[in-house]
């Protein structure tokens, strides 16, 4: 549903977009108004990374359109730095994008930041925690994270079907990586027949990827556990 609504209105969509980008220029350079500037200049650094790094023209066509996505992220930066509401959402803003672009030490940097401003940890902290620790190979931190989120949203009034798969992708990893492979695999199997229950005309995408492709991890890590457990049964 959600890449049937952008396919439909996105001309509309790039048009309006576009719009707000003239107006937001036009009140920069008549107002000289320092909110204006945090604001607007979180706003801009986020469509022009997201745009840019999620621009198939551009894996294409390379010379039709610049790559604004370090102009993106200078801006997101300046509208944490100096902002006064901005930081929040624009720091979860600028996290996402530095892991788009792999930079997971960076990433890591900006949790904490949001970490320091906060009395508990959000959904999206844990996720971004389990995700970043995953880098660097913490795999027990990774079960930690994930069975965290899975323990809060499996009773939830608004079921995500996505999410827990998600979820459990992640912890049949973690469970695998130091050494289970048995339970590993049962959690993956678990996690491929609830990935069946998923609407797709109900529920958005993942955070970072969409979940065709969450489904095509979960398959080839039962895939990989499979041949482990094989292997361990016949020696």
Not at 47 to 71: G, H, N, P, Q, V
Not at 162 to 186: F, M, P, T
Not at 202 to 209: A, D, H, R, W, Y
Request: aromatic content about 12%.
């Amino acid at each position: 549903m959600s890449s049937y609504r952008f396919n439909k209105f996105q001309k509309e969509v790039e048009e309006n977009v576009q719009t707000v980008i003239d107006l937001a220029g036009k009140m920069l350079k008549e107002k000289d108004d320092p909110w204006l500037h945090f604001y607007i200049g979180a706003a801009l650094g986020s469509y022009y990374y997201w745009r840019t790094a999620k621009s198939k023209f551009l894996r294409l066509i390379t010379f039709w359109m610049r790559d604004k996505r370090e102009l993106g992220l200078k801006q997101l930066r300046f509208a944490i730095e100096h902002g006064r509401y901005a930081p929040n959402e624009a720091s979860y803003v600028l996290l996402m994008a530095l892991f788009n672009e792999k930079k997971y030490a960076d990433a890591e940097v900006i949790l904490e930041e949001i970490l320091s401003r906060k009395k508990t940890s959000s959904l999206s902290d844990y996720y971004f925690r389990g995700r970043l620790v995953a880098q660097s190979g913490n795999w027990p931190e990774v079960e930690t994270a994930f069975r965290t989120i899975l323990n809060k949203i499996e009773n939830y009034k608004f079921t995500s079907i996505g999410y827990q798969v998600e979820c459990k992708y992640w912890i049949a990893r973690a469970v695998s990586e130091q050494g289970h492979k048995a339970q590993a695999l049962q959690i993956a199997r678990e996690a491929q027949l609830q990935s069946k229950q998923r609407n797709k005309e109900e529920e958005i995408e993942s955070i970072i990827e969409n979940f065709g492709q969450i489904k095509k991890n979960l398959e080839k890590l039962i895939k990989e556990l499979k041949k482990a457990n094989r292997k361990s049964v016949g020696s």
